[in-house]
């Protein structure tokens, strides 16, 4: 299984962006990179996932490494509500057919700094 | 409004007083999931369920039960609770278990279990 690394902290100033990295270079062909986030216990949520190319939506940007053994997740205009711990995760399948095991590391806790 | 619903969001019980975590999720999501996070250990997965009937052990399933009778519900069954279940629960779903789909997980809000 592909594993990611990730720095245990950040810090970011409120209106800049913030750019988290995660190196998953053990990543196979057909494995996506995804991003959660979990602020404070709340349920992780979705932020954006992608497979080689840079992906974008209204939450952030990710950018993959040509390659894609690593990626930056870019919160464009980081506010304190993007205060939280973010995951980076590669979706992997076991050895049984649909076998989802979908394995969360420690993340980076990122603050947003006033 | 699309969600997966947990209850209850907390819950303080003794050790072998048996307990049900119910989840429920209103999108028609085929794959559903328990998670425990514990700190330093991140979220670590105890079941899931591919579909209605179909069910399988995660990476952390000794201690409890799940059953998938309806394909909304996901309830997490602790039959005789210890208090190394004392943890944060998550329950999550997927529109589609297979993995190529690209499909998201989307959580509940978490169950707070003590056991003593």
């Known amino acids: 299984d592909a594993k990611t690394t990730q720095p245990p902290s950040m810090d970011c100033a409120e209106g800049r962006a913030a750019n988290l990295p995660c190196n998953h270079s053990?990543?196979?062909?057909?494995?996506?990179v995804y991003w959660y986030r979990q602020i404070h216990s709340q349920g992780p949520q979705y932020i954006i996932h992608?497979?080689?190319n840079n992906e974008t939506n209204e939450m952030a940007s990710l950018i993959i490494t040509e390659d894609r053994k690593s990626s930056t997740l870019i919160l464009p205009h980081a506010t304190l509500r993007d205060t939280a711990v973010y995951y980076c995760?590669?979706?992997?399948?076991?050895?049984?057919?649909?076998?989802?095991?979908?394995?969360f590391g420690t993340g980076t806790r990122l603050t947003i700094i006033p | 409004e699309a969600q997966v619903t947990q209850n209850p969001r907390y819950l303080i019980t003794v050790t072998g007083k048996k307990l049900t975590v119910t989840c429920s999720q209103n999108?028609?999501?085929?794959?559903m999931s328990w998670y425990r996070q514990d700190p330093g250990l991140g979220l670590r997965q105890i079941y899931y369920?591919?579909?209605?009937?179909?069910?399988d052990k995660g990476d952390v399933p000794e201690g409890y039960k799940v059953s998938r009778k309806e394909k909304r519900n996901f309830p997490l069954i602790l039959e005789s609770p210890s208090p190394n279940q004392t943890s944060l629960y998550f329950c999550?779903?997927?529109?589609?278990?297979?993995?190529?789909?690209?499909?998201?997980?989307?959580f509940g809000n978490g169950t707070r279990l003590t056991v003593t």
């Open positions: 999550a779903s997927s529109l589609s278990s297979e993995w190529r789909t690209n499909s998201p997980l989307h």
């Open positions: 053990t990543i196979s062909g057909n494995e996506y």
């Open positions: 992608g497979l080689k």
């Open positions: 995760i590669v979706r992997v399948a076991g050895s049984n057919f649909g076998n989802e095991k979908l394995t």
């Open positions: 999108m028609n999501h085929e794959y």
């Open positions: 369920s591919m579909n209605v009937e179909v069910t």
